[in-house]
């Protein structure tokens, strides 16, 4: 780091502590930790036994269907992305789904998605560049913008009501996955599925965000947030988050059973 990435980074330091002190300090105390966390997983050592087996067709549609697509618009994704697409999309499988990717490129993946979803499903696609536009079709719709821009976002809300499934492939920068997430969360329906894609590389700075998102969620105080978010999921290179279908009840751990070992007291409750 060169002096004015590092005066750089001191000053955004100094800014965020200003904003709140309390928080920055908490976080401050989590560096060693992740410092050690760190350290254990670069030194892990397991062997698993070799050879995964080979995905069986029909096993997961998505994967059949890139595996056979060898000819026309392009596909771009990593391998072990569809197994996880699969086991958070399936449910959306046949039903009334709006899809939103980020990033259309070559156009492949809109036509995979309504492959995938079925005929009710419509498609939006998000892309900075305008030669997408020829993507569009009864059942794709394509806004050209920049997903790092937050009046591009209040533009498409004004004009989408909600989507169920976000699909974030695009300029992949930290500021840009962040921007889109903040703009988009609340706009996503109950129940609906959020996915990041290609958050590469250790101390990447949206995936540091997203921890931050996982540290709220352990909140022991009641947040919007925690009755919104049902789960957050992270996959090497993806970060996936599942939202509640409906307000769940208040987080409670009650104790079942009337024979208690004296040694142990649990003060969640008390
Ligand atoms: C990795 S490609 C998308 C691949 C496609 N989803 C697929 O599965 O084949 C990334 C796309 O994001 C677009 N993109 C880059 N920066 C963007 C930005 N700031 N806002 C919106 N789209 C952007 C690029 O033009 C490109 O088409």
């Known amino acids: 780091m060169n002096l004015k990435h590092s005066l750089s980074a001191l000053n955004k330091l100094r800014k965020s502590h200003s904003k709140q002190p309390g928080l920055f300090k908490q976080i ?9 966390a760190n350290r254990f ?50 449910k959306f499988v046949g039903k009334k789904t709006d899809v939103l990717e980020i990033g259309i490129y070559s156009g492949g993946s809109l036509e995979m998605w ?11 696609g998000v892309d900075i560049e305008e030669a997408c ?16 821009n937050r009046a591009f976002w209040n533009d498409f809300k004004d004009k989408v009501d909600g989507i169920d499934v976000l699909i974030d ?7 840009q996955q962040q921007v889109t997430l ?34 709220q969620l352990n909140s022991m105080r009641d947040s919007q ?6 789960s957050i999921h992270f996959y090497p290179y993806m970060l996936v988050i599942e939202k509640h279908a409906v307000q769940p009840k208040k987080l409670n751990a009650p104790k079942h059973g009337t024979i208690w070992q004296p040694f142990f007291k649990n003060t969640i409750n008390e």
């Open 28 to 36: 401050l105390h989590s560096v060693p930790v992740i410092c050690n």
């Open 41 to 90: 997983a670069q030194s892990y050592q397991e062997q698993l036994p070799n050879g995964a087996p080979l995905k069986q067709p029909g096993e997961n549609p998505l994967w059949d269907y890139f595996q056979n697509h060898t000819q026309g618009h392009g596909i771009w994704k990593w391998e072990h992305y569809f197994d996880v697409y699969h086991r958070h999309l399936a």
């Open 114 to 124: 309504r492959s995938y979803f079925g005929e009710k499903c419509h498609i939006y």
């Open 133 to 148: 536009k020829e993507y569009e079709n009864n059942y794709v719709s394509v806004f050209i913008g920049d997903q790092e």
């Open 169 to 175: 492939d695009g300029g992949h920068t930290a500021a």
């Open 182 to 215: 903040e703009e988009m969360l609340r706009h996503i329906r109950p129940g609906g599925v959020y996915i990041c894609e290609d958050i590469h590389g250790t101390h990447n700075r949206f995936s540091a965000y997203a921890s931050g998102l996982v540290d």
């Open 225 to 230: 947030f925690q009755s919104a978010v049902h």
